[in-house]
């Protein structure tokens, strides 16, 4: 049947291929080494911050205006510097759920992450109280994308050693995203073409490249938004398209007009396949 893995047919989305390159977890050495790298310089950064930590209790510094949200690990509130009125966004986490290098763990990445400009700045500031480990990043006081997306996320494919991490698996992720923005719906339930007919229509698709196999979710998107998603969410994870690829499509429409034909032919071609 069109589109089932077979040997040398597609792979699981974040599995892996080019094994001659490959070293531990389907990364290649050169990956291998770069989150060795990202490793030590996260592990300095924590023995710093684990240095600088204020000790304080929060509503010394801070005034509590709201809650903001409750993640699995703590709550964050909305709080103003008691000083300079400053808003501020407080992620605070209970000493007794938390252990001090699980605390530094998440203050770090978000520290390390929050660097570029479309990710929530966190600023340097780690507090240790008697009950808790908090620190502060940007207030976003409009909404996360959760709330336009319908709660379900995309189960990765039951894979026993779990998926290896690498840049594919966040072109895949930015794909499912953008896909569901566009559409306000997830483009399947899981990539496996034996358990998830969207999945399998997906890859019959991309196979044929012709416009009658356009499976019905991606009706009404356009040419750039077709060859941007082909790209992201191509199944094999070496020869799917960087994250950084979507600048290519910027400043083209990425939904069809009402009443405008679907161009779905021209796919291959601007996918550069
Ligand atoms: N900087 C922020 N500004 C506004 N709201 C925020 C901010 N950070 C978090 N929130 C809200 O608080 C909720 C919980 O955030 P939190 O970071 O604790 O958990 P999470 O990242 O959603 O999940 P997890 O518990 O797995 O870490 C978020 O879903 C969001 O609604």
Redesign the pocket.
């Known amino acids: 049947m069109p589109g089932k893995q077979s040997e040398e047919g597609p792979v699981e989305a974040g599995a892996s291929e080019d094994s001659e390159e490959e070293g531990l977890g389907g990364l290649t050495f050169k990956e291998l080494q770069q989150g060795q790298e990202a490793a030590r310089a996260l592990e300095d950064m924590m023995t710093l911050s684990a240095q600088t930590l204020v000790r304080a209790e929060v509503d010394e510094l801070y005034k509590e205006v709201r809650p903001?949200?409750?993640?699995?690990?703590?709550?964050?509130l909305?709080v103003t510097h008691r000083q300079k009125g400053t808003p501020l966004?407080l992620?605070q986490l209970p000493k007794p759920r938390t252990s001090l290098r699980g605390f530094l763990y998440?203050f770090c990445v978000g520290l390390s992450l929050g660097v570029h400009s479309a990710i929530?700045t966190a600023y340097g500031i780690g507090i240790e109280s008697a009950q808790s480990y908090s620190f502060l990043?940007?207030?976003?006081?409009h909404?996360?994308l959760?709330a336009f997306i319908q709660p379900k996320l995309c189960a990765p494919p039951p894979l026993p050693e779990g998926l290896p991490i690498q840049p594919a698996l966040d072109a895949w992720a930015l794909g499912v995203l953008v896909f569901c923005l566009l559409t306000g719906y997830f483009p399947w339930d899981q990539p496996l073409a034996e358990a998830d007919p969207f999945y399998e229509d997906f890859l019959i698709w991309q196979a044929s490249g012709q416009p009658q196999d356009r499976p019905q979710p991606w009706f009404g998107l356009a040419p750039a938004a077709d060859a941007l998603l082909w790209g992201l969410l191509d199944p094999h994870p070496r020869r799917r398209s960087a994250v950084s690829s979507i600048r290519e499509h910027l400043g083209r429409p990425w939904r069809q007009r009402e009443g405008e034909a679907e161009e779905v032919g021209a796919v291959k071609e601007e996918a550069g396949q």
Do not use: F, H, N, S
Not at 68 to 76: D, I, S
Not at 137 to 141: A, D, F, Q, R
């Open positions: 903001l949200g409750q993640g699995r690990y703590g709550r964050v909305l966004a992620k998440e929530v990043t940007e207030p976003v006081l909404g996360d959760m």
